[in-house]
């Protein structure tokens, strides 16, 4: 199933360093969210407050409202874990658990957490998430190598299949396609457009046809200048982003002539 | 997974809760056991520095009777780590870095053999191999370079000396600070390394571009593991050293360290005596320079935290 | 492969008569000097065959260290190369009964000094001056005219003298220096267990361990437990007008004419060593080696062991075992005596 | 092939005269000259250890050939020498490289010396006590002064073992390790995952500096101490415990703890700060809860260096004498029982039948029976480390990634 | 300065593992020529064998011929280093070095030379460096802060400002923009055209439009299947491969049709 998030006057802080401030937003369910904007301009930071993965660095902190259909995640009663099996998240980076075989890479949600999934049931899971990550044909053979044995591509896709194998309501991806070719890519655009029918996915990523392609709403941000925090600029139908931006910084940038 | 955000599963809850317990109270009773250990030197070392019938405080007595000790223990121990911690890291290095891959592994395991004799033996090596091998190098010190104080005096004849001491408690801590540099080398993220060679560092130079900088910490905690083993052992420096008063002298027999005099001085040391007081008093001072070292240690480390490569 | 034990105390296994009853059982642990431990091996091996449900433990930790354990209830009894100070005795009521403890000889040793000289074969005379001045370090030379004036008849060879001492604080030292401060004018150390600081010399541990550097250096001299200097040379000490050469009747002499310890347990065998005596064929270095025993047990059963185990320890069986085994000197018949009646003091605490 | 580099576009045009580029041409040996320039061929170095050698043996022998100053003398003159030659024949920097190269492959083969040499001493002694039948499955009982004294003077076999000592020793160090491992290992997650650099994690990780100083000695009477304290303590409330004394195995092991838990904190601590962080993010975004991440991700990526942290944390505490002595005692026969009287540990024995023989004039079959105990010892730990890489190769990173 | 490169029958080896077979081609000096192909086909490995850095992995090694102006850089006299000096490489993971500061990450290599410069040269050094990676004017103010507080993109572009500080007469980069964004990508676009000036740029790339912009020449790579070595399938002007490919694989791949 998939869920909507509200955002409400959210400020996200690395110690006293304010690094994205003031966004409010609401992101549809069942719907594609792409984030755009210059490097350094927030968007991981501000994507890794929507899981409340920022947090584990030390001295960081968040300030304001994260409601998931409703219930503010920032709520002192709530277990950040839970979120974090609700809210899904896929790396910029690859990062496959070097310990662990491919096949235990897939699994890493369920073993991790001490499930006990029975032969067959395991079996399913690995081959639907290696397939949908469009990785399956290529590891098939060798399930029980491990996976840091892999390509770069090969390691952000295997992070995919990770995350998708748990099933979350909304998924996050931080430049998921950055270290893919483009048949990859293709494949993990495919697979965004399928997911997108039951979860709300949320991609930053600095490609702007990918933006377009895969995207129903588009969020821009931006940056004044060093040291000072990212703002959300403008936040509308992607069409409009890339067709009518209201904003002129927008314009500028999908158009290619910034900075 | 469909459940409302708040009524999470409290069992999870209660592992995370119990499990950093667990943690919080391993750390806890490490500084428990420590504080015992304080507590237990201090309270029996009272009479060493406290005596009613001789007017109350002998502090000065203690001094006299603890200040040479505690240079021969410093004195011991600075020979084993001169010795040891540039030959350590270079071992390490060389099982890092330079052996071949294949081989690597089982040249790092011969180092830890040294490790893996007990100190008994060392004792029984220093004494019996070690220290007459030494008396010829004596010799030549002394007519040599007789006229720096520290071989000056006349050279030992049983190779016995404080000198003989350190360079086994040399070689003792040796595979300590190798396997700690070791693993810390093996772990230098590739990136930086090969960040290193593509600018065209030989390897040497990736070595102190990338190892070094990432290692620093903990190189500087291996040696003062080593340290610590250098200033706490016991029986290898009794049986090796023929102990007597503090001399400048490396290649005479004399100095002693403070490990060494509470174990050859504690078993004939008559019950709730002021001397075993004195043995357990030295012990405290011993505790003392431990933690003395040890906070010298911090402050080189921590003035390059920022820096530090683990992030 | 198999154990290649050999049956307890195969070597004695008609031992028995001497008093110990074979009915006594249970554990009994002691802990003391590491002078008496191979002595100690071959009593507890012997004991378990005079009684064989018996087991004796015995942990060399030192003679301190022994009276330590012992005060603390920890040892039973304690083996000690000195006497409890009378402060520990005082102690010893609070484990031991209002009696306390009280001494036993368990083996009396000479000390001798011992040298390793190549050219000197022969036992070297020497009076006590001399030798306080040759540990001292002020007579460096082995043809030193102070040993020369001694031996008119030995052709003194020009090595330079190592004195090599107890590095450990030991009973060995404390009787060698008490008789080197008592019997000569030129030694003024304390005396202690600790050889003392100021002379710079040659250590090694233990009595092997001073044995065996002496053994290994030309030109070195020490003190050791006579059972245990191997090959080594020894002095004659001047005693009167007569040189005197270690022995173990030598050494009983010498303590026979020492005056016992007063004011502890009336059983009470610590004796107060005359190092000046002239007596004729005595000892003078002489080392007594102690079992020290509780007045009163808490139960009957480590009593009996007590009392079997201490009557074993002394009866001519026990004593001819270690002197098989270890060396040490047998004790004579009268302490035999009076150490059996000691003994026999040995009662249960209500 | 020096050639003034062409002007670059402003972006990366070079300060003035380019000294990137003038710079690096040391000694007249442009950087920029042919690629093989840079080296020398390999038949130079056989040539010139040869030369040092030589040359090392015949200084050697000027002072009366020994080994030591043969070693010495050759190994300086070739580090000097390589130095040089690289030196004027290449450049600086190779030459540098050259020099800590040697420096290094040098600090190696030093450190194999004294390995040899004590392994020489204690195995070429030690292996016909090893072989003497039955050494490894007896125990002490009933070998006294006269049964050794036949052996050396009439040449009977060499009687008693070890057995009783192998099994104190293997039973103490079992009980220190399963106390220290889980300590040490939890105060380091503590440290590492859980600690915000507080003064109290700051003040565990200076303690635990400093308990890595504590004489071993010192370790022995504070548990003998602690233990007679407990016992004591323990029995006037519940009066269950037939022994009041303190003198077991067990307080041996916690003896050995003191001793073993700072090295375990400080090893494991290095180990899991080098975990990268991804990792650990990796996992909570998969909604794992911080322990689980700890004990399956983190741990995991860091049982190798764990492993061979408490490995060198047993090899120190296994050959350890004193503490154990003063708190386990010295027995002759099998003990299996920790909790309940004395046990002999292998190095006790060993420092026992060293320092006072079973019969004090006719040491040899002592010390026969010394030396091979410190060879199985040293085999013990051999195995033991043997066994922590087992582990390190079942459980490690499977490969290094880019 | 520029060389150029010529590669013949060029094996690359991970142990036993045949990753790169049998390669030839001639890479033009002054120029820019663009690897692409699919994800796991071997163009990081093929790029790493160009400077040596192929083989400090463990049993990584090379079989056959690569000439720098007509030297074998494989020629058993020549030293790696050397060819590293001349051949500098831009990692597809940003790399700086986390215990130097933003500056000293800069005069990195610089320093390796031993060269002595006044405060003002290497003043000038990083700025000029860091100009041309379109770094400057984020990080002016914190010079002397480490290079690991920068964000992915910045710490890229430190690492291509490092690399270009020295000269080298070859430059290599591995998806040297995967991390960053639009702006940053078009300035280091920039900036590689510029360097073709002077040097011979060799940059592997996903991104078939930045191939396009940026090169003068292409060449693709493909894979057979997993486990199979990749090859080179086409190599040629850039405009050639993009609008007459020769061969299908290649247009399919360039198409976009791939799979
Ligand atoms: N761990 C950190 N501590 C302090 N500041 C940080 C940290 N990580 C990032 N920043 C700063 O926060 C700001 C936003 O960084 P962030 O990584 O979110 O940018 P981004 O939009 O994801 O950039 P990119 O497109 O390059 O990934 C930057 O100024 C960066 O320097
Ligand atoms: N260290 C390694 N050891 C063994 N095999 C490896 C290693 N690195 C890569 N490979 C294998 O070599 C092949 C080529 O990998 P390479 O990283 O060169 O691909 P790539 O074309 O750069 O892919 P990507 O576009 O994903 O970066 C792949 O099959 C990969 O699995
Ligand atoms: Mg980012
Ligand atoms: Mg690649
Ligand atoms: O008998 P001692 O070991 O104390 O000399």
Redesign the pocket.
Do not use: I
């Given at each position: 199933m998939s869920k909507r998030v509200d955002v409400i006057d959210l400020n996200v802080y690395?110690?006293d360093?304010l690094?994205v401030e003031g966004i409010n937003m609401s992101i549809d369910a069942q719907a594609v969210t792409a984030f755009i904007?210059p490097?350094?301009?927030?968007?991981?930071?501000?994507l890794r407050s929507l899981n409340r993965m920022h947090e584990v660095?030390p001295g960081?902190r968040v300030k304001g409202q994260l409601l998931l259909d409703g219930e503010d995640i920032y709520d002192p009663g709530v277990d950040p874990v839970t979120v974090r099996t609700q809210v899904g998240m896929v790396f910029?980076r690859p990062n496959p658990f070097p310990t662990m075989t491919i096949r235990e890479n897939v699994l890493a949600g369920y073993k991790l957490n001490g499930a006990r999934l029975s032969k067959s049931e395991s079996e399913e899971i690995v081959e639907t998430s290696l397939r949908s990550a469009n990785l399956w044909n290529e590891v098939k053979d060798r399930l029980d190598r491990p996976g840091s044995g892999l390509s770069g591509g090969q390691q952000q896709r295997l992070c995919i299949a990770r995350t998708i194998a748990v099933k979350p309501d909304v998924i996050l991806m931080d430049?998921p396609c950055s270290a893919l070719d483009p048949i990859s890519t293709l494949a993990i655009e495919d697979l965004i457009g399928e997911l997108q029918q039951d979860y709300t996915v949320i991609i930053?990523t600095?490609n702007m046809q990918q933006a377009a392609r895969v995207s129903q709403k588009t969020a821009f941000?931006n940056i004044a200048g060093?040291g000072k925090p990212?703002k959300l600029i403008e936040y509308s139908d992607t069409t409009a982003i890339f067709n009518t931006p209201q904003e002129k910084s927008t314009e500028d940038y999908v158009s290619g002539r910034f900075g | 997974m469909t459940s409302s955000l708040t009524q999470s599963d409290k069992r999870g809850v209660a592992g995370d809760r119990v499990f950093s317990a667990l943690t919080l109270s391993a750390g806890v009773l490490i500084l428990l056991t420590l504080a015992f250990v304080a507590l237990f030197l201090t309270v029996n070392s009272r009479d060493a520095v406290y005596q009613e019938d001789q007017g109350g405080w002998i502090l000065t007595a203690f001094l006299d009777y603890a200040y040479p000790l505690v240079i021969g223990t410093l004195i011991a121990s600075f020979i084993a780590l001169i010795l040891a911690a540039p030959i350590a890291v270079g071992v390490a290095l060389y099982i890092s870095h330079y052996a071949p891959p294949r081989f690597s592994k089982s040249i790092g395991y011969v180092i830890d053999l040294l490790a893996a004799i007990p100190s008994v033996v060392y004792g029984a090596w220093g004494m019996s191999f070690l220290g007459p091998a030494l008396i010829p190098v004596y010799g030549w010190l002394h007519e040599n370079l007789g006229f720096i104080p520290l071989f000056a005096g006349d050279p030992s004849q049983t190779g016995r000396t404080i000198f003989t001491a350190g360079v086994v408690l040399g070689v003792m801590i040796l595979p300590i600070i190798t396997s700690v540099c070791r693993e810390i080398f093996i772990q230098t993220p590739k990136l930086h390394e090969e960040a290193a060679l593509a600018l065209g560092a030989t390897r040497w130079e990736m070595i102190k571009m990338s190892v070094f900088p990432f290692a620093r910490a903990g190189i500087i905690s291996g040696i003062m593991l080593g340290l610590g083993r250098a200033l706490g052992e016991t029986m290898a420096v009794a049986l090796v050293l023929s102990p007597g008063m503090l001399t400048a002298s490396l290649i005479s027999s004399g100095n002693s360290t403070i490990p060494a005099e509470i174990a050859l001085g504690f078993p004939e040391a008559p019950p709730g005596s002021e001397r075993q007081a004195q043995l357990i008093a030295i012990g405290l001072v011993l505790f003392l320079i431990t933690l003395l070292v040890n906070m010298t240690a911090r402050w080189i480390v921590s003035r390059h935290k920022e820096f530090s490569g683990a992030n | 492969g198999e154990s290649n034990n050999p049956d307890a105390g195969g070597s004695d296994a008609e031992g028995g008569e001497n008093g110990a009853s074979s009915e006594v059982a249970g554990t009994l642990v002691g802990g003391g000097a590491s002078s008496q431990e191979a002595a100690m091996t071959a009593w507890t091996d012997g004991f378990t065959s005079v009684a064989p449900d018996a087991q004796v433990n015995y942990a060399s930790v030192g003679s301190g260290g022994g009276r330590d354990g012992f005060l603390g209830g920890e040892y039973d009894f304690a083996g000690s190369d000195a006497a409890m100070s009378d402060e520990e005795w005082e102690s010893s009521q609070e484990v031991c009964g209002p009696e306390g403890a009280f001494h036993i000889p368990s083996y009396i040793s000479p000390v001798a000094v011992a040298f390793n000289v190549e050219g000197i074969e022969d036992t070297l005379n020497l009076d006590a001056d001399t030798i306080a001045a040759i540990f001292a370090g002020d007579v460096t030379s082995w043809d030193d005219e102070a040993i020369a004036e001694h031996n008119p008849d030995i052709e003194l060879p020009a090595t330079p003298i190592s004195v090599v001492h107890r590095a450990d604080d030991s009973g060995t030292t404390e009787n060698f220096v008490d008789y080197l401060a008592n019997a000569s004018e030129n030694w003024d150390y304390e005396v202690s267990g600790e050889w003392p600081s100021e002379i710079a010399a040659e250590s090694a541990q233990q009595t092997s361990g001073v044995v065996g550097l002496t053994s290994e250096t030309d030109g070195a001299i020490t003190y050791a437990d006579a059972s245990q200097i191997g090959d080594l040379t020894t002095v004659a000490v001047q005693v009167g007008e007569e040189y005197v050469e270690y022995s173990p009747e030598a050494a009983s002499q010498a303590v026979a004419s020492s005056t016992p310890v007063e004011g502890q347990a009336s059983n009470n065998m610590a004796y107060e060593l005359d190092r000046n005596t002239e007596e004729s064929g005595a000892y003078p270095v002489v080392l007594v080696s102690y079992h020290i025993f509780c007045n009163e047990y808490p139960d009957q059963e480590t009593a009996d062991l007590a009392t079997a185990f201490g009557e074993y320890v002394i009866s001519e069986d026990g004593q001819a075992t270690a002197e098989g085994a270890a060396g040490n000197a047998p004790i004579s018949d009268e302490l035999r005596d009076g150490a059996m009646e000691s003994l026999s003091a040995i009662t249960v605490s209500e | 092939m020096t050639q003034t580099p062409t002007p670059t576009p402003a972006s990366v045009q070079g300060p003035s005269g380019a000294p990137g580029l003038s710079e690096p041409t040391s000694n007249g040996v442009p950087r920029r000259s042919s690629l093989t320039q840079n080296t020398l061929p390999s038949w130079l170095w056989i040539v010139m250890l040869g030369g040092s050698v030589i040359l090392g043996a015949a200084l050697s022998a000027l002072l009366g050939f020994n080994l030591a100053t043969f070693f010495i003398f050759t190994a300086v003159i070739y580090v000097i020498s390589s130095y040089i030659v690289t030196r004027t024949r290449v450049n600086r920097r190779r030459a540098t490289d050259g020099l800590w190269t040697n420096l290094v492959y040098l600090a190696f083969l030093i450190a194999l010396m004294p390995l040899v040499s004590v392994i020489w001493s204690v195995a070429s002694v030690g292996i016909p006590g090893l072989m003497t039948p039955g050494f490894m499955v007896s125990d002490m009982q009933g070998i006294t002064g006269l049964v050794d004294q036949a052996s050396q003077t009439e040449g009977a076999p060499v009687l008693g073992g070890i057995a009783h000592a192998l099994i104190g020793s293997l039973l103490i160090t079992l009980a220190a390790t399963a106390i220290s491992v889980p300590i040490g290992l939890l105060a380091s997650i503590y440290l590492v995952e859980y600690a915000k650099g507080g003064p109290l994690s700051r003040a565990i990780t200076f303690f635990v500096d400093v308990m890595t100083g504590i004489p071993s000695i010192v370790a022995g009477l504070f548990a003998g101490a602690a233990m007679a304290w407990f016992l004591s303590v323990f029995s006037g409330v519940t009066g269950l415990l037939t022994t009041q004394r303190s003198t077991l195995g067990i307080t041996a092991a916690i003896a050995l703890s003191v001793l073993m838990v700072p090295v375990v904190v400080r090893t494991t601590e290095e180990m899991l700060r080098v975990v990268p962080n991804e990792l650990r993010e990796a996992s909570y975004a998969l909604g794992v809860r911080k322990w689980r991440t700890i004990l399956k991700v983190v741990l995991p990526t860091a049982i190798s260096g764990i492993a061979s942290g408490v490995t060198l944390a047993i090899a120190r505490v296994i050959g350890e004498t004193a503490p154990i002595l003063v708190t386990a005692g010295f027995v002759v026969n099998t003990n299996w029982n920790l909790f309940q009287g004395w046990m002999t540990a292998l190095p006790v024995y060993i420092f026992r039948q060293f320092q006072n023989p079973t019969s004090p004039n006719f040491s040899d079959p002592s010390e026969q029976r010394a030396w091979a105990a410190a060879l199985v010892l040293i085999l013990i730990v051999m195995g033991l480390n043997l066994f922590a890489r087992l582990i390190a190769k079942l459980f490690a990173p499977k490969q290094a990634g880019r």
């Open positions: 690395y110690g360093f690094a904007g490097s350094g301009c927030g968007k991981t930071t501000f660095l960081a910029q430049e930053v600095h941000f060093t990212g | - | - | -």
